[in-house]
């Protein structure tokens, strides 16, 4: 029996007449990298507010390492560092002063902890500087820094490579699994649907407040997988599969063919074609990315 | 006592450290104790130079000048200096209150403490606390200006130096006392409109407003018949000059700024009333910040 980190069960939020969550069921199995996808607005952040305390559920219930959040959260909270949205420090305190800072509230880590923190996300020569002084990208790092701090059992990062270089994003996404191969379960929340298939391991896809499609990467994409073929003379090869068990299924796109839920059965096709005496220059698997996947789950393609 | 009980008392331990790790390191704190010193140092100064100009000619300024130089020497600098501070002390905790909870909705740091498990409580405990430690600090710097100049004010012109006993330090300890006493319902009310609108500019705003606004409708209502005249009854000022009071009424007569004439209610329905207010924004502060979302 998987061990849930988080389970979210018919979680709702409204503010005023908007519905931010609509019933939103969410579990996180213990040791997994775990993808919040969604366009912004889709109720991601809305949800993580309520699996951190910082915002009430109007109904549904959330619970963190198998104990409901409302009875336990300071204990519970404890065990978990998070990113929200934007990371927010004392601006006239230093990066260091400010992990100083939360080093007294919830104290464990002493200075050791804090300059690991610091030397982990590479902010140990800017650590002396004021907050208010550092770019968007040092901001993120204190803030992943500052959600590492204590040794979490449960990390959730909202949009963390945001502001980021993309040398500063690829550390971050080399850093995600890492702390996943430490035991540590990871939740990113994120619009980059690259990014998530690239460090993500499950994925929960949200639509308008509501999640649309949950489960493993592999299994969201692999439902989404088709064959490719191209042919010299593709107009008569053509004719060939029109006249095949797959016919419904061909459609061509860019100079190929691609055979819907064929994945498996390039030999078939290559043998018929090659029988009619037309030898295919390409016959090979293609795997939906997520991105694709999310398009056809969601219909979206705008914000994304 | 309890694990539980050690546990809890040991979190509430932690979110003061904090709380005074923030306070210590924030440049506003340092401001509002130097304003407020350069204020007081400043208004003897004014004082100072009122009385060089010497009393005048008719009676009625004879007496404002006779008041006025014994407001300032030590024998009174306990009800004097305490009144003077009181007014610009309100101000500069107010400020000082509603930006420390304010600012950490303007920041955002409200939730990244709350969400790393610090209770809500705790949190407003802390704040409240340093409200109440900076208002004493406040004073106590203020007093420490305000008997300077006066030792110096009372050597220069010979005045009266007042007893030096223990009776004499029981009464600064009590001035000191009913004068952080007052400012408090202020403080908090800082407190519990910064908590309410999440911002520190509309909190303090009002606070100071509310403040300065009071004597406009104290007055109005005074003129008023029927229950409604009774209301000032409940205002601040009122209240705090009947608690202020018991600090020493040194002039019948009137005589100058900041001295307390006689009369109004007792110290203690002062004190009452004012117990009243401040549990009552207390309260208030505490159960808004724990019902409500941190972040919207």
Known sequence: MPEFVVEARGLKK????????????????????????????????????????????????????????????????????????????????????????????TPGAGEAGIERALDRVHLTEAAHRRFKNYSLGMKQRLGIAAAIL??????????????????????????????AAEGRTVVLCSHLLHEVEMVCDAVAIFQRG????????????????????????????????????????????????FIEGAIDQGVEVNRLLASQGYYASVIRPVQQTLEEAFLEITGEVTSV | MSERLREEAGWLWDALQAEWFKVTRRRMTYICLGVFSALVLLFYVILWLRIREGPGDRASEFAFWIALRGALSFRNVVPYSLNLERFFATLVCVIFAGTMMGNEYDWRTVGVVTSRGVRRWHFVFAKAVSGVVFTVVCLLLGFLVAMAASAWFTNLYGLNWGAFDAARVADILTGLLRTTFVILPFVFLSLLLSTVWRSAGQAVGAALGIFFMEGIFIALLNAARGWISYLPDFFFSVNVDAVMRGNGTFSDNGGGPFILGSGGPPEWRGLLVLAAWISLFVLGAFWRFQRRDIQE
Not at chain 1, 34 to 44: D, H, Q, R, T, V
Not at chain 1, 54 to 71: H, I, K, S, T, Y
Not at chain 1, 150 to 157: F, K
Not at chain 1, 159 to 172: A, F
């Open chain 1, 210 to 257: 509501r999640i649309v499609a949950q489960g493993q990467t592999k299994e969201l994409t692999r439902g989404h997988t088709r064959l490719e073929v191209r042919v010299p003379d593709m107009e008569a090869a053509g004719a060939v599969l029109a006249a095949s068990p797959w016919a419904a299924n061909v459609h061509r796109e860019d100079g190929s063919f």
């Open chain 1, 150 to 179: 204590n040794d979490p059992e449960l990390i959730i990062l909202d949009e963390p490579t945001n502001g980021l270089d993309p040398q500063g994003t690829r550390e971050i996404r080399e850093l995600i699994p890492e702390l």
């Open chain 1, 14 to 105: 409204a503010y005023g007449e908007t519905k931010a969550v609509d019933g939103v069921d969410l579990v996180v199995e213990r040791g997994h990298v775990f993808g919040a996808l969604g366009p912004n607005g889709s109720g991601k952040s809305t949800t993580v507010r309520m699996l951190l305390g910082l915002a009430r559920p109007d109904a549904g219930d959330v619970r963190l390492f198998g104990e409901r959040l409302g009875d336990h959260a300071p204990e519970l909270l404890r065990r978990v560092g998070a990113v929200v949205e934007q990371p927010a420090f004392v601006p006239y305190l230093s990066g260091r002063d400010n992990l100083r800072l939360l080093e007294r509230y």
